[in-house]
């Protein structure tokens, strides 16, 4: 029943931003651990941030010092504030939502960083 919506990817230039917004429906992301995670084509799909319920983060080390994962739980929303974007960050970037029942995915958000 949960339902991720993803949105904010775009094209931008190197070291640029950008910020990612997960919405979610049917459950609460306090609750849960939140991922976002990124697929390029042909590539494995990898964590790239996850927060915890009681809000400790943790990232991936190509990202780690550029990329900063948050939640507003009021508006039931995780973000990906992406800084210094470099063209390997180019991929379709997914929210996930981790629970004991298995994970639950959003469509996905391409995010394409020109060299």
């Known amino acids: 029943q949960v339902q991720l919506v993803e949105s904010g990817g775009g094209l931008v230039q190197a070291g640029g931003s950008l910020s990612l917004s997960c919405a979610a429906s049917?459950?609460?992301?306090?609750?849960?651990?939140m991922g976002w995670y990124r697929q390029a084509p042909g590539k494995q799909r990898g964590l790239v941030a996850g927060?915890?319920?009681?809000?400790?983060?943790n990232y991936a080390d190509s990202v780690k010092g550029r990329f900063t994962i948050s939640r507003d739980n009021a508006k039931n929303t995780v973000y990906l504030q992406m800084n210094s974007l470099k063209p390997e960050d180019t991929a379709v970037y997914y929210c996930?939502?981790?629970?004991?029942?298995?994970?639950?995915w959003g469509q996905g958000t391409q995010v394409t960083v020109a060299s």
């Open positions: 996930a939502l981790h629970r004991g029942g298995g994970l639950s």
């Open positions: 927060i915890t319920s009681d809000g400790s983060t």
């Open positions: 049917g459950s609460a992301v306090s609750i849960y651990y």
